[in-house]
């Protein structure tokens, strides 16, 4: 691209716009998603239509409105469904999830290596349910740190298992889709998604869409520099948030202290998963247990202080906390961060920004996983 060029935003379908108000909404009139999408009479009519004959949609009844009656439309939930996979140290996470973004079905299993393996716990999964295989479009396959990327022999071998499509995300960005669709977020309304894990990321959505660069590496949070002549991160650069005060830090800080080991129930004779030992330090603050409190405290401080610079940068009004680690301690770090940007937002920028945490936040990943399945479906329809 020129300098003179300027990206052309993508233009969302008809069909795009109408799922996303009623997925939303619950349900919605065609009078209604008229003023929502700004769609014409005329193009709201046939796309309905169409969506009806297809199956997607299905009209629930009259509701009186002062004036002539108006059609309900819903979506139908089980009309189109994908698998969403997310594996990590311990536990590969499934969900199967329809339309409307509810999640019919899930399982929590060891963690897996194999396509085979994963395919029968696919299998399990859709067989728990009475699922119909036809109406399944794929699956969404997330890898729990960007810097170990899923084998690509697992992906072709995973496909070629189940005999659908495999879709492969990062953990952050697709917990942000899941939480769009989830909390059926406005699709007018750009936010960012938190995500801490064993690591940090963040998933950002615009206008119901995750942001992506050139490649997948849009929303690498964890690597905001926060001290310039800091220490090396595992990234090669200096200074990261990552590892000033990511999970593997607070767990490292800890281990070193005994007081603090003992607090949270750490012992040198056996080391756990980092996201296990983070989750064992998190309930011991919360607990009262004070040498605890006040790791997770500094590392909050931190992460409120990059979250105002993705605020600032980004200018969006939401904020999601997500993933497991999140889950866990959300009750010291969304503080943190809401006092973090009032004092600005109050003074300068004249922003409410709502700081919240994911109502799905152990699944939202694997969730997401499965909605980015469908929503390239609706893409290509």
Not at 42 to 49: D, H
Not at 143 to 155: C, G, K, Y
Not at 312 to 340: C, H, K, M, Q, W
């Amino acid at each position: 691209m020129s300098e003179t060029e300027v990206p052309v935003p993508r233009r969302t379908s008809a069909r795009e716009r109408v799922l996303d108000a009623i997925r939303a909404r619950e349900q919605l009139s065609r009078v209604e998603i008229a003023a929502i999408t700004g769609l014409t009479e005329a193009s709201i009519s046939t796309t309905v239509r169409r969506l009806i004959a297809d199956g997607l949609l299905v009209e629930t009844g009259r509701t009186p409105t002062g004036g002539k009656p108006r059609t309900m439309l819903r979506l139908d939930p089980g009309a189109r469904t994908a698998v969403g996979i997310h594996v990590d140290a311990t536990t590969t996470t499934l969900v199967l999830t329809g339309q409307t973004g509810g999640i019919i079905s899930r399982t929590a299993r060891p963690a897996r290596v194999s396509a085979a393996e994963l395919a029968a716990d696919v299998a399990v999964l859709l067989e728990a349910t009475g699922a119909d295989r036809r109406r399944c479009l794929g699956v969404g396959l997330v890898r729990a740190e960007r810097s170990t990327p899923v084998p690509e022999d697992l992906v072709a071998d995973l496909g070629r298992e189940t005999g659908w499509p495999v879709l492969v995300e990062n953990d952050a960005t697709a917990a942000a889709v899941g939480e769009y669709w989830v909390a059926r977020v406005d699709a007018r309304r750009s936010f960012i998604a938190l995500y801490m894990g064993a690591g940090i990321g963040s998933g950002i959505v615009l206008d119901g869409r995750p942001l992506r660069g050139r490649g997948p590496g849009a929303g690498e949070f964890g690597h905001v520099c926060l001290q310039v002549d800091g220490p090396e991160c595992w990234c090669g650069a200096h200074g990261c948030l990552e590892v000033l005060a990511g999970p593997r830090m607070v767990v490292a800080r800890a281990r070193e202290d005994t007081a603090t080991r003992r607090e949270a129930g750490l012992t040198l004779r056996t080391v756990a998963p980092v996201a296990q030992e983070f989750a064992a330090i998190a309930r011991a603050a919360r607990t009262g247990a004070p040498r605890c409190r006040a790791l997770l405290q500094d590392s909050a401080r931190l992460v409120a202080a990059a979250a105002e610079s993705a605020v600032n940068l980004l200018d969006v009004d939401l904020v999601v906390l997500t993933g497991p680690s999140f889950a866990v301690a959300a009750s010291l770090y969304g503080p943190a961060i809401t006092e973090r940007l009032s004092a600005a937002d109050a003074r300068t920028w004249h922003r409410d920004v709502t700081v919240t945490v994911s109502s799905a936040a152990a699944t939202a990943s694997a969730t997401g996983a499965a909605a980015l399945v469908l929503q390239q479906h609706n893409l290509g329809d």
